[in-house]
């Protein structure tokens, strides 16, 4: 039963369902002033309806497969996205008590489950058997290889700090001194993060002034809106990893809980949504020059960093 | 000037007649001389070929083209005549590409609309024009329209038929060993509009482009004929929403031409005014597509906001936002009611408000001047050798405004200068922008007061000066007159017949034309990411492109 509960509710399908419609109605609502706009409005009180609707009416379409593709690949990759996208849920300590898999390798099993989703997008690109999915599917793969190298050095920081992989323990160690010192770690993992997530100014793979959609481009209905959840599933295993690892998960101020875990995670959002709403897109080479050039590097600073800080003040342990 | 007068004495001329200030009007007896004496103006200095115009005279036997010459520099023009037999098999032409790679395309559109041969054209395809079209000449006076159109589903068809064909052979007519492969960019497409660009590409590399224009071809220039000289300014100002004032501007300046009607200051006033308040809107519309391509739509949204108010002065005066139709031959088609200003007066005093913000975050924004700075480049040379023309000309450096060189309206009484940036590159056609908005700004309020004054002052009747009645029926007649339209240089040339009800012939020729035409130049070797900054940043209108 309890198992049943966390697939199903909490954190497992309806949660990631409402976090995808809650999360879409506050990127929209946050956007809106931004560019002088209402936003939504009319649906509900201040318009919280409308992405609930949006999504049902995705729904209801017709799902159209394009002649000449595998229907197989084409229908079973946003699916096979979906899960992998929610399936870190089950190994962040949303509170005290609850990572559903309790493991001492959680942060492996994090780095891991987000690192194969973009493979999953290019797929979903590559068996589109349309040229500007290719080309989408091709950027995802060049830009996923180039941000994942900083994405994971940034993310073992913690590991290396406290010297173990076991997210629970890294939550209950930290502290504001563990929080500084990690820092760095931090802002690397951030930036890694808009590009890993696609977002600007990384919003290279679903360039739609260049190549419309991206991989998108063939999706419709159901299809499309699988894909669209497995989007906001991985903003929020990627928010969370941020939270956990280096923002100290559920700990708060007065007391401890899931409403400070969320509270980060919104913060995070609303920093990638100001940037997404002030910045200009940059090239894929420019991407790659900058990763390559600077964000790996740092990134590798940063590790020696965290060894020397463990020595000066945790004595080496 | 003179020194083009002696260049023509060289060659049998039927005259040789000054024309307005600043241009020379000649008609060669051959055109088997037209080479020779293109290749003589070219050493001279005039280095833009403008456009090229043919006329259809069925009575005569005789298809007249007409060349206008620019030289960007000193501000000569010439416009040569010459006439060529009009019969299909006869009627051709020595190319002047060649000598004159503006004048590429506007041969392919005289090919393909009235059928003229250009001999050594390198690349003479029939252009804007659908599959339906090709080889039948629809603007000759014969053509017969309601007998094309009766025809409509063998029509559709062949457009339909042509399309797959070229799609299903795109990559089979390429070499089978390379990675190369044709894209289409447009013209369903996000940041197209109704353009094409067949676009050969290597992976993210650009090959070369290929523009396919003709999606929204309205066959205006023929329309016009069918309306009278009034009811031309609803085809006229359609060419394109964004800048509607100043293109109805040039129509009617030239069918005054003709008429031999002076308008009143005031009217000449109204249209500095209204004209500055579209382009603005136009302007607008062009710094925030920029940014839109770049993927951020925040300016757009911001400009938008901004842009509103001076909408809302456009419809208090001719109750519509964006089609006014608001110029008229003899003057403005309404007369001023003095609270209007108010609203202008609002939307002036927004625009201060706003204008400081955007120049500080986006302006000034580091990742867009990154990406922007090194795309796109043309040097002054291209400018003049291509004939390009507003903001894109001024962006390299290159001095030329027709408000200035040639004061149409009130201009010759504003106080404005040259805006021009050094580069050539996306970002200064980028900033190009602004810095004409806070121009256009001022000429506004220049306008604004001196109507103000004028009114005051008794000098001025807002509600009746407005117009000069222009007659119905026009004299033959020939005029061309030139406007510095929002996106470029606009070149309108009206020919009428004798007692003529209607326009026999008006050409319009589009900036837009020539940018489209710069497009493979510029983006060869470039990246997929570079087109669409490249692409917008010519600012061009694809409702100018086809006409």
């Given at each position: 039963?309890?198992?049943?509960?966390?697939?199903?509710?909490?954190?497992?399908?309806?949660?990631?369902?409402?976090?995808?419609?809650?999360?879409?109605?506050?990127?929209?609502?946050?956007?809106?002033?931004?560019?002088?706009?209402?936003?939504?409005?009319?649906?509900?009180?201040?318009?919280?309806?409308?992405?609930?609707?949006?999504?049902?009416?995705?729904?209801?379409?017709?799902?159209?497969?394009?002649?000449?593709?595998?229907?197989?690949?084409?229908?079973?990759?946003?699916?096979?996205?979906?899960?992998?996208?929610?399936?870190?849920?089950?190994?962040?300590?949303?509170?005290?008590?609850?990572?559903?898999?309790?493991t001492s390798y959680g942060l492996l099993?994090?780095?891991?489950?987000?690192?194969?989703?973009?493979?999953?997008?290019?797929?979903?690109?590559?068996?589109?058997?349309?040229?500007?999915?290719?080309?989408?599917?091709?950027?995802?793969?060049?830009?996923?290889?180039?941000?994942?190298?900083?994405?994971?050095?940034?993310?073992?920081?913690?590991?290396?700090?406290?010297?173990?992989?076991?997210?629970?323990?890294?939550?209950?160690?930290?502290?504001?001194?563990?929080?500084?010192?990690?820092?760095?770690?931090?802002?690397?993992?951030?930036?890694?993060?808009?590009?890993?997530?696609?977002?600007?100014?990384?919003?290279?793979?679903?360039?739609?002034?260049?190549?419309?959609?991206?991989?998108?481009?063939?999706?419709?209905?159901?299809?499309?809106?699988?894909?669209?959840?497995?989007?906001?599933?991985?903003?929020?295993?990627?928010?969370?990893?941020?939270?956990?690892?280096?923002?100290?998960?559920?700990?708060?101020?007065?007391?401890?809980?899931?409403?400070?875990?969320?509270?980060?995670?919104?913060?995070?959002?609303?920093?990638?949504?100001?940037?997404?709403?002030?910045?200009?897109?940059?090239?894929?080479?420019?991407?790659?020059?900058?990763?390559?050039?600077?964000?790996?590097?740092?990134?590798?600073?940063?590790?020696?960093?965290?060894?020397?800080?463990?020595?000066?003040?945790?004595?080496?342990? | 000037?003179?020194?083009?007068?002696?260049?023509?004495?060289?060659?049998?001329?039927?005259?040789?007649?000054?024309?307005?200030?600043?241009?020379?009007?000649?008609?060669?007896?051959?055109?088997?001389?037209?080479?020779?004496?293109?290749?003589?103006?070219?050493?001279?200095?005039?280095?833009?070929?403008?456009?090229?115009?043919?006329?259809d005279f069925p009575e005569r036997e005789?298809?007249?083209?007409?060349?206008?010459?620019?030289?960007?520099?000193?501000?000569?023009?010439?416009?040569?005549?010459?006439?060529?037999?009009?019969?299909?098999?006869?009627?051709?032409?020595?190319?002047?590409?060649?000598?004159?790679?503006?004048?590429?395309?506007?041969?392919?559109?005289?090919?393909?609309?009235?059928?003229?041969?250009?001999?050594?054209?390198?690349?003479?395809?029939?252009?804007?024009?659908?599959?339906?079209?090709?080889?039948?000449?629809?603007?000759?006076?014969?053509?017969?329209?309601?007998?094309?159109?009766?025809?409509?589903?063998?029509?559709?068809?062949?457009?339909?038929?042509?399309?797959?064909?070229?799609?299903?052979?795109?990559?089979?007519?390429?070499?089978?060993?390379?990675?190369?492969?044709?894209?289409?960019?447009?013209?369903?497409?996000?940041?197209?509009?109704?353009?094409?660009?067949?676009?050969?590409?290597?992976?993210?590399?650009?090959?070369?482009?290929?523009?396919?224009?003709?999606?929204?071809?309205?066959?205006?220039?023929?329309?016009?004929?069918?309306?009278?000289?009034?009811?031309?300014?609803?085809?006229?100002?359609?060419?394109?929403?964004?800048?509607?004032?100043?293109?109805?501007?040039?129509?009617?300046?030239?069918?005054?031409?003709?008429?031999?009607?002076?308008?009143?200051?005031?009217?000449?006033?109204?249209?500095?005014?209204?004209?500055?308040?579209?382009?603005?809107?136009?302007?607008?519309?062009?710094?925030?597509?920029?940014?839109?391509?770049?993927?951020?739509?925040?300016?757009?949204?911001?400009?938008?906001?901004?842009?509103?108010?001076?909408?809302?002065?456009?419809?208090?005066?001719?109750?519509?936002?964006?089609?006014?139709?608001?110029?008229?031959?003899?003057?403005?088609?309404?007369?001023?009611?003095?609270?209007?200003?108010?609203?202008?007066?609002?939307?002036?005093?927004?625009?201060?408000?706003?204008?400081?913000?955007?120049?500080?975050?986006?302006?000034?924004?580091?990742?867009?001047?990154?990406?922007?700075?090194?795309?796109g480049i043309l040097s002054t040379e291209?400018?003049?050798?291509?004939?390009?023309?507003?903001?894109?000309?001024?962006?390299?450096?290159?001095?030329?405004?027709?408000?200035?060189?040639?004061?149409?309206?009130?201009?010759?009484?504003?106080?404005?200068?040259?805006?021009?940036?050094?580069?050539?590159?996306?970002?200064?056609?980028?900033?190009?922008?602004?810095?004409?908005?806070?121009?256009?700004?001022?000429?506004?309020?220049?306008?604004?007061?001196?109507?103000?004054?004028?009114?005051?002052?008794?000098?001025?009747?807002?509600?009746?000066?407005?117009?000069?009645?222009?007659?119905?029926?026009?004299?033959?007649?020939?005029?061309?007159?030139?406007?510095?339209?929002?996106?470029?240089?606009?070149?309108?040339?009206?020919?009428?017949?004798?007692?003529?009800?209607?326009?026999?012939?008006?050409?319009?020729?589009?900036?837009?034309?020539?940018?489209?035409?710069?497009?493979?130049?510029?983006?060869?070797?470039?990246?997929?990411?570079?087109?669409?900054?490249?692409?917008?940043?010519?600012?061009?209108?694809?409702?100018?492109?086809?006409?």
């Amino acid at each position: 039963m309890e198992t049943l509960i966390q697939a199903f509710i909490f954190p497992g399908l309806l949660y990631v369902l409402l976090w995808t419609v809650g999360l879409f109605w506050f990127f929209r609502k946050f956007m809106a002033p931004l560019h002088k706009r209402v936003g939504p409005y009319f649906n509900g009180p201040a318009g919280s309806y409308q992405t609930l609707f949006d999504l049902s009416k995705l729904l209801t379409k017709e799902s159209i497969t394009p002649h000449g593709v595998n229907p197989y690949l084409f229908s079973m990759m946003p699916l096979l996205a979906v899960i992998t996208a929610m399936l870190p849920a089950a190994f962040i300590p949303w509170t005290e008590h609850l990572p559903v898999v309790v493991t001492s390798y959680g942060l492996l099993a994090l780095i891991v489950l987000i690192g194969i989703e973009p493979f999953l997008l290019f797929l979903t690109g590559f068996g589109s058997n349309n040229k500007y999915s290719f080309l989408g599917g091709i950027r995802v793969l060049t830009q996923a290889i180039s941000m994942e190298t900083a994405f994971f050095l940034a993310a073992l920081s913690p590991a290396l700090l406290f010297g173990t992989m076991n997210l629970s323990i890294i939550v209950e160690q930290s502290s504001w001194l563990s929080f500084l010192i990690l820092l760095p770690g931090f802002l690397l993992y951030f930036i890694a993060l808009l590009g890993l997530l696609e977002q600007p100014p990384f919003n290279i793979p679903d360039a739609e002034q260049e190549i419309v959609y991206g991989f998108y481009t063939e999706y419709s209905g159901t299809n499309y809106f699988l894909l669209k959840l497995a989007e906001f599933a991985e903003f929020m295993a990627v928010f969370a990893g941020a939270v956990t690892l280096f923002l100290g998960g559920y700990k708060g101020i007065l007391f401890d809980g899931y409403t400070f875990l969320f509270i980060k995670m919104l913060l995070i959002a609303v920093v990638m949504m100001t940037i997404r709403a002030a910045t200009p897109r940059i090239t894929l080479k420019q991407m790659l020059s900058f990763s390559w050039r600077y964000l790996v590097p740092i990134s590798l600073l940063n590790v020696a960093w965290i060894m020397m800080a463990k020595i000066l003040f945790f004595g080496g342990v | 000037m003179e020194k083009i007068k002696t260049l023509l004495e060289q060659f049998e001329t039927e005259y040789v007649e000054d024309y307005k200030k600043i241009w020379i009007k000649t008609k060669l007896s051959s055109s088997n001389d037209l080479l020779a004496v293109a290749a003589a103006l070219k050493k001279e200095g005039l280095r833009s070929l403008s456009t090229v115009s043919p006329t259809d005279f069925p009575e005569r036997e005789v298809m007249e083209l007409n060349y206008f010459f620019e030289d960007l520099r000193t501000k000569r023009n010439l416009w040569l005549k010459c006439d060529i037999p009009r019969a299909l098999e006869q009627c051709e032409i020595e190319s002047l590409t060649p000598l004159f790679p503006s004048a590429s395309w506007h041969e392919r559109e005289a090919y393909s609309m009235f059928g003229v041969r250009f001999l050594n054209h390198p690349d003479l395809r029939p252009i804007i024009v659908s599959e339906d079209f090709v080889g039948k000449t629809p603007f000759r006076k014969d053509f017969d329209w309601e007998k094309h159109e009766k025809d409509v589903t063998n029509n559709i068809q062949m457009i339909v038929d042509a399309f797959k064909n070229e799609q299903a052979n795109n990559e089979i007519n390429l070499d089978s060993e390379s990675s190369e492969t044709v894209l289409n960019w447009g013209p369903t497409h996000p940041a197209s509009g109704p353009i094409r660009l067949r676009i050969h590409t290597d992976g993210e590399d650009v090959i070369s482009v290929d523009p396919d224009i003709g999606y929204v071809w309205r066959a205006l220039e023929y329309l016009v004929t069918k309306k009278d000289f009034v009811g031309a300014i609803v085809a006229v100002e359609r060419l394109c929403f964004m800048d509607n004032i100043n293109s109805m501007v040039g129509y009617s300046m030239a069918v005054e031409e003709i008429a031999g009607t002076k308008i009143t200051p005031f009217a000449k006033w109204m249209r500095v005014l209204l004209g500055e308040t579209a382009r603005m809107s136009s302007h607008f519309m062009g710094l925030g597509g920029f940014f839109n391509n770049l993927g951020l739509h925040t300016l757009f949204m911001w400009n938008m906001d901004i842009r509103e108010y001076f909408l809302d002065f456009l419809e208090s005066y001719s109750g519509a936002r964006i089609a006014t139709a608001a110029i008229e031959p003899g003057g403005v088609r309404y007369g001023l009611d003095m609270t209007m200003l108010d609203e202008l007066q609002k939307a002036l005093n927004k625009f201060d408000n706003g204008i400081d913000d955007i120049y500080t975050i986006f302006v000034k924004n580091p990742t867009m001047k990154m990406r922007s700075y090194d795309v796109g480049i043309l040097s002054t040379e291209e400018v003049e050798i291509y004939g390009l023309s507003g903001i894109v000309a001024r962006g390299s450096g290159v001095e030329t405004d027709i408000r200035i060189d040639e004061p149409y309206a009130a201009y010759d009484e504003v106080d404005m200068k040259y805006i021009t940036q050094k580069d050539g590159s996306a970002y200064d056609r980028f900033v190009m922008l602004f810095e004409e908005l806070k121009q256009s700004v001022k000429i506004i309020k220049q306008a604004k007061k001196r109507i103000e004054d004028g009114v005051a002052s008794g000098e001025f009747n807002p509600t009746k000066d407005h117009m000069v009645k222009v007659p119905k029926k026009l004299p033959k007649g020939e005029a061309i007159s030139r406007v510095e339209w929002a996106r470029g240089e606009v070149l309108m040339h009206l020919v009428t017949e004798e007692k003529a009800k209607s326009p026999y012939r008006l050409k319009l020729r589009a900036p837009s034309f020539n940018h489209t035409m710069m497009l493979d130049h510029l983006l060869k070797g470039q990246t997929l990411s570079d087109i669409p900054l490249v692409f917008c940043s010519l600012y061009f209108c694809q409702g100018y492109l086809d006409r």
